[in-house]
């Protein structure tokens, strides 16, 4: 499934980002009474995740059973909170090359934002959501919206996730900028439950 650009209503309030790829993770959770207060266990993680397919491959933990080495985790190709901003790119900081996470929110709501200036032609990014704590707060419903040149490429959710959800959301070619949505063999949203990397389990 690839997702067109969708039109914006004349009463959206829009923040324009400046990346050539710019996605955005925010979410809600029902028993969060209060999404907008601050602190530790205040409100519910969910988490990011954007990697770079070309290198995240073989060897990894397979976490979702199909026989294949996961990206999820992936030091240092698959961008997230422990992995903020990774050198993907040249050695010159100049480059602008490199992806960043601009946020953790670990508390509840997002947003959580991923930027990359200038991509790598020839890649394949996969964009990916962890619930990586509920802090006793239940399921969540997320959503991820992906910008291509400050345009909305695609949105995906409300999705309901629950604790340790791994959400495979999309991949994203480059240059063309065709985004496409993970599926699981049965063609359906590839949620795998019970995720839990061997190296980062909270």
Not at 6 to 12: E, F, R, S
Not at 15 to 30: G, K, M, N, Q, R
Not at 63 to 69: E, Q, V, Y
Not at 89 to 103: E, S, V
Request: hydrophobic fraction near 35%; charge should be negative; include cysteine.
């Amino acid at each position: 499934m690839r997702y067109a650009l969708k039109g914006l209503g004349a009463d959206t309030v829009l923040v324009i980002p400046d990346e050539a790829i710019h996605v955005e993770l925010t979410w809600h959770t029902p028993n969060d009474s209060d999404e907008t207060d601050t602190g530790a266990e205040a409100g519910s993680d969910l988490d990011l995740h954007f990697v770079h397919a070309n290198y995240a491959v073989g060897g990894q933990y397979d976490g979702d059973g199909d026989g294949l080495g996961d990206p999820w985790f992936n030091q240092p190709f698959d961008t997230h909170w422990f992995n903020k901003h990774p050198n993907w790119g040249t050695w010159d900081a100049a480059a602008n090359d490199d992806p960043g996470l601009d946020r953790d929110d670990t508390d509840g709501a997002g947003p959580e934002n991923l930027n990359l200036a200038v991509p790598q032609d020839g890649a394949n990014y996969i964009v990916g959501v962890h619930y990586w704590s509920d802090h006793t707060f239940g399921d969540a419903f997320a959503t991820v919206r992906i910008y291509l040149f400050h345009q909305l490429a695609a949105e995906f959710g409300e999705l309901r996730l629950g604790y340790h959800d791994l959400w495979c959301v999309a991949s994203i070619a480059w240059p063309s900028g065709d985004v496409t949505t993970c599926v699981n063999d049965k063609g359906e949203v590839k949620i795998t439950p019970n995720y839990e990397h061997p190296t980062w389990v909270p």
